[in-house]
């Protein structure tokens, strides 16, 4: 069993930056890929970055150059520095752990465990 639990989000105007943060509970999270997917209203759930458990790094292409995943295994914890946010960016992250592996983890079906979520509003 694996907890999740978003926090960080809030209101910030374009161009600005926020940090977000995971922290997971559970002996399993080092050998868990760990993903950012965020979901605005009234569009589907989608992929913003992930980061397996050996250290492999993806990105959508919305947000590549601009955020940033990474993770501490010792503290449980996986991060998203989200640099210059457009108002596009706005809506719920969620983070998610992945038991599988499957390289390039960017599907909302391969992760089994999901936290509440963190809304994250960029206005113009």
């Known amino acids: 069993q694996v907890q999740l639990v978003e926090s960080g989000g809030g209101l910030v105007q374009a161009g600005g930056s926020l940090r977000l943060s995971c922290a997971a509970s559970?002996?399993?999270?080092?050998?868990?890929?760990m993903g950012w997917f965020r979901q605005a209203p009234g569009k589907e759930r989608e992929f913003v970055a992930a980061?397996?458990?050996?250290?492999?790094?993806k990105y959508a292409d919305s947000v590549k150059g601009r955020f940033t995943i990474s993770r501490v295994n010792a503290k449980s914890a996986v991060y998203l520095q989200m640099n210059s946010l457009k108002p596009e960016d706005t809506a719920v992250y969620y983070c998610?752990?992945?038991?599988?592996?499957?390289?390039?983890?960017?599907?909302?079906?391969?992760?089994?465990?999901w936290g509440q979520g963190t809304q994250v509003t960029v206005s113009s």
């Open positions: 998610a752990a992945d038991p599988s592996g499957i390289w390039p983890l960017t599907q909302r079906g391969q992760y089994d465990y």
């Open positions: 559970g002996r399993t999270f080092g050998s868990r890929n």
């Open positions: 980061m397996s458990s050996g250290g492999r790094i």
